[in-house]
């Protein structure tokens, strides 16, 4: 039997997985005694464990399957491709069908003049791509001084070295935040506003933190700002109305350019192939995107730019330093094409800007409940944020472990969240239907007492 065939028990994936595997982002010494959950298959917005178990799948794999599971069409496009042409380098004159395609295709749905694409293999590689360019860029364009990234708190651009920096402080690696290239300012949640501001005067405070930064710099010394149009593993994060065309004002008026990480909110988690424009009204010089460009089928991503970046860049004696061994892996790239045409084809993103608000009502009551400090979010990507103090919104302590116990009710009652510190996230596959809307609310509404009483039998208060 071959490796890949081989069928082993839940017993034997959870001891290779504790001996050997390392997962992502976790206490590593907690999982060391965790129980793992086995996830053996998927179809449509569900996912089944090794040992029988059915969850509908809450956070679409991880912000990204937005097309659902197991489509047989993306199966046998992929299977095809391997078939035809599994690799070949995209170095030097070398090309294929599929990347060339995918290319013309990404920029037919991209904003304004957004038409030349670097592929990449995620979105963290997208967004370090990006910021890296951006440097040569302005070398290239005569104001080499230009290197400091302005980005914000709550902010997630990726786990490589630099796009850790990018993130929220919590995860920048010392040197470039602090005293480096990178600076931080405010995340823009209502919830956590200052006391007693609207949110008219909140947008002014934050666009006026953005103009000080830029000044304090030095407009010329600053190359950009970075953003997610609704930050997602910050705790999806909704910025004031405007926000984003204040912000983007403020690039244009100081000769910053803006990249728009659309990791997560492109190809209809919030209704459109692309949010920048079409929901947030600006046309940034850069789009990163991954995750949902293949439904998480295949990993990759891409970095768009406009045409003025790439007239810089392909001027004459200039060497563009930058690119992957996978950079637009055939196979990747059909399985983006393929993922376009069902969203398009199935008119998904008609479908978000349909049903999405239905997701919206029906969390919204669960404000209501002990613990929900906050229900907030857009359309399909959506979180709840949980307080010991609904008054001061003050939070519980790490030890409570509040979103991990939450996660863990809504897992017995076959629903999978993201447990993120004190929040759940939401973003589930786009072809959510409205009864399984009503479950996830039925659920973490019971998973959410469930919780509270929990914490009282362990005499733990909140209020
Ligand atoms: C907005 C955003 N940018 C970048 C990334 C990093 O993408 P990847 O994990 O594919 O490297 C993520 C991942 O969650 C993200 O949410």
Redesign the pocket.
């Known amino acids: 039997m071959s490796l890949a065939e081989r069928k082993i028990n839940h017993a034997s994936v959870e001891a290779a997985d504790r001996r050997y595997n390392i997962h992502p982002f976790t206490d590593l010494a907690v999982m060391e005694a965790a129980e793992r959950t086995v996830i053996a298959s998927a179809k449509g917005n569900y996912v089944y464990g090794e040992d029988g178990r059915k969850f509908l799948d809450g956070l679409g794999g991880?912000?990204c399957v937005n097309i659902g599971h197991g489509r047989d069409e993306m199966a046998e496009a992929i299977a095809e491709q391997v078939r035809r042409l599994d690799y070949y380098s995209p170095f030097d004159d070398l090309t294929s069908a599929p990347m060339a395609t995918l290319a013309e295709e990404l920029a037919r749905r991209a904003p304004g003049s957004l038409n030349r694409v670097l592929f990449t293999t995620?979105?963290?590689?997208?967004?370090d791509s990006a910021i890296r360019l951006i440097h040569h860029y302005f070398i290239r364009k005569g104001e080499p001084t230009r290197k400091h990234v302005i980005t914000r708190d709550k902010a997630?651009?990726?786990?490589t070295y630099l796009?850790a920096s990018l993130s929220d402080r919590g995860y920048s690696t010392d040197w470039m935040a602090e005293g480096g290239f990178i600076h931080h300012l405010s995340a823009p949640g209502l919830y956590r506003r200052p006391e007693g501001t609207s949110e008219a005067e909140f947008l002014d405070i934050l666009a006026g933190e953005f103009e000080a930064k830029i000044l304090d710099l030095g407009a010329e010394n600053v190359a950009c700002f970075i953003a997610?149009p609704i930050q997602?593993?910050g705790g999806v994060i909704v910025a004031p109305e405007g926000y984003l065309k204040r912000m983007h004002a403020l690039c244009r008026k100081y000769g910053l350019l803006y990249v728009s990480?659309e990791?997560?909110t492109a190809f209809g988690r919030l209704g459109h192939m692309f949010s920048s424009e079409a929901e947030f009204g600006i046309v940034p010089d850069i789009i990163?995107c991954?995750?949902g460009l293949t439904s998480g089928y295949i990993?990759a991503?891409a970095v768009i730019m406009s045409d003025e970046i790439y007239d810089v860049l392909s001027r004459p004696g200039t060497y563009f330093n930058t690119g992957f061994t996978y950079t637009g892996h055939a196979v990747a790239c059909v399985a983006a094409l393929k993922n376009i045409e069902i969203i398009e084809r199935e008119r998904i993103c008609e479908r978000v800007r349909e049903i999405g608000p239905y997701f919206e009502e029906r969390l919204a009551p669960l404000a209501e409940l002990p613990l929900v400090g906050d229900v907030r979010g857009r359309r399909f990507m959506m979180c709840i944020e949980y307080v010991a103090d609904k008054e001061r919104k003050e939070l519980f302590g790490d030890d409570i472990r509040i979103g991990k116990r939450i996660w863990r009710h809504c897992q017995k009652r076959g629903l999978l969240v993201r447990p993120l510190a004190h929040l759940n996230v939401l973003s589930p596959p786009l072809t959510l239907e409205r009864d399984e809307i009503d479950f996830v609310a039925g659920v973490l509404h019971d998973a959410i007492l469930d919780t509270a009483d929990e914490l009282a039998r362990e005499g733990i208060s909140f209020g």
């Open positions: 991880m912000w995620g979105g963290s590689t997208a967004a997630y651009h990726g786990s796009t997610e997602g593993s990480d990791v997560v990163t991954a995750k990993p991503g």
